[in-house]
């Protein structure tokens, strides 16, 4: 199982090797701007000298930016912006080292890959392996000899991935496809995985957060819209969180906002 808790974490998190990279781009600014002072110096050009250093200035704050931004981009989420993703494009563009006398951009392409993930913490390839533990469900339920009113039991647990439009995994199903209950156990899993408090790879969301997000998906054709008029206007959720998370979590929902 993968736990990615931050966009750059293997055996480590690699955000700090991008802020050790980012304190030698400093540096270096601060290294050129002085020789470059020094040089003026010698010529007695003073106002060169305070020009000089209010670009060394405002070099030194647009990198303290880019080193939050990047900090904060590296946490993953639910939405990734195409102006950040291209502002982690830039940064990584901006910015030159030289380490083992080779110099480099200060970001790597797989660094850039990975800060740029959309949503969450996984990049594509990393996504594939998670979604294999479906075939691995699949293969363990077949060997099984249910009884007959069991018989659906694969098919409501293999359902959770499926999406309406069917994007989903693993046998990309579309909505006629897919039972009542396969449906409902899609719902019932996303609610749990957003709302969960126990994953290391974000924190959990207020109800009006996740009930939101959901909503979105139900727009975008993943998710069935009566079922989930359902969910929140009988607030199951509710019982939901009283008894397996934290009641907290159970801010103000603007049912009328997030219905379809």
């Known amino acids: 199982m993968i736990e990615k808790s931050r966009k750059l974490q293997t055996i480590f998190d690699r955000i700090d090797y991008v802020t050790a990279k980012l304190e030698i781009a400093s540096r270096d600014i601060d290294i050129k701007v002085q020789d470059e002072i020094i040089a003026a110096l010698k010529e007695n050009k003073k106002i060169r000298v305070q020009q000089l250093e209010r670009e060394r200035d405002v070099a030194q704050k647009q990198l303290q930016l880019d080193r939050s931004f990047l900090q904060r981009i590296n946490i993953g989420g639910e939405f990734l912006t195409d102006d950040q993703a291209e502002n982690i494009a830039d940064i990584a563009s901006r910015y030159h080292i030289s380490i083992d006398s080779k110099n480099q951009p200060l970001l790597t392409d797989d660094e850039v890959l990975n ?128 008894k397996f998370a934290d009641v907290a979590q159970l801010d103000h929902v603007d049912i009328d906002a997030i219905l379809p």
């Open 115 to 242: 800060l740029s993930i959309k949503r969450g913490t996984l990049n594509n390839e990393e996504r594939l392996i998670i979604q294999k533990h479906m075939d691995v469900t699949l293969d363990i339920l077949e060997a099984l000899p249910f009884p007959k009113h069991l018989s659906n039991v694969a098919e409501y647990a293999l359902g959770h991935h499926e999406t309406l439009d069917g994007k989903g995994y693993p046998r990309g199903l579309v909505k006629a496809q897919m039972s009542v209950p396969a449906r409902l156990m899609a719902i019932a899993d996303i609610f749990e995985a957003l709302s969960a408090s126990d994953r290391p790879y974000k924190s959990a969301k207020p109800v009006s957060e996740c009930l939101s997000i959901m909503s979105n998906m139900v727009k975008n054709n993943h998710l069935d819209p009566d079922l989930f008029t359902i969910f929140v206007r009988s607030k199951v959720y509710e019982k939901y969180i009283q």
